[in-house]
């Protein structure tokens, strides 16, 4: 039972325009999501938080929207630079809880 | 500042062996958590250790123990190999009210 949902497993972007990476989850538990972009032969580097009290938060080119009554989130980068291409991961974490749960992840490419 | 270091970086093991994976937390970290990351698939949480205890544990077999030591330094030891244990071993360290988990690059290790 996958309880944090990446359902694109790829996106090709155009270089300056907006990408925007989807996740769903099931479990109402979760308080606190997080965005993790991996390179090959890397691991996850943190990208961008947010906790449930909130709907959006910024970072730069990064914004995460959170839809607490859909359990939806999404990542929007604006503009989208090649250097981004990467796996993004969504996880999100429980109150109290010690472990993060991460989706399967989505391929970004950006064409220059 | 180093990061997190994971040793060895590839290790190739014959189905019924068992093998000892090693972590090095980022400077100031005491929390270690290590992850299972099979092709294909999101980073599956195994473990965490706080104060040389394990204090979470994932939905992972008895064949997985692991260690923590007074510097914080962990280990990840796999009984009785299989073939589906064939993954990177991810390794993450934190502090409490910190910033987050940073991740090593993993261990690639291969079941034969």
């Known amino acids: 039972d996958q309880q944090v949902k990446q359902n694109s497993p790829s996106l090709s972007v155009q270089e300056g325009r907006i990408s925007i990476l989807n996740c769903d989850y099931t479990n109402s538990m979760f308080d606190y999501f997080l965005w993790y972009k991996k390179y090959p032969a890397e691991g996850p580097t943190f990208l961008i938080s947010?906790?449930?009290?909130?709907d959006k938060n910024e970072d730069g080119r990064f914004t995460v929207f959170l839809n607490k009554s859909a359990k939806h989130l999404s990542l929007h980068i604006v503009p989208s630079q090649p250097g981004d291409s990467a796996v993004y991961f969504c996880a999100a974490e429980g109150a109290g809880s010690y472990q993060l749960t991460f989706g399967k992840g989505t391929k970004l490419s950006v064409i220059p | 500042d180093a990061g997190v270091t994971q040793s060895p970086t590839h290790l190739i093991k014959t189905r019924g062996q068992q093998v000892t994976l090693r972590c090095s937390p980022k400077s100031g970290h005491d929390t270690v958590s290590w992850y299972q990351q099979a092709l294909g698939q999101g980073p599956q949480f195994i473990f965490q250790y706080y104060e040389e205890e394990e204090r979470q544990r994932g939905n992972f077999p008895d064949r997985f123990s692991g260690h923590q030591f007074p510097n914080y330094s962990s280990e990840l030891n796999v009984n009785a190999l299989l073939l589906g244990d064939s993954a990177l071993y991810l390794c993450?360290?934190?502090?409490?009210?910190?910033?987050?988990?940073?991740f090593g690059s993993g261990t690639r290790l291969t079941v034969v």
């Open positions: 947010i906790s449930s009290i909130k």
């Open positions: 993450a360290s934190s502090q409490p009210g910190g910033d987050g988990y940073t």
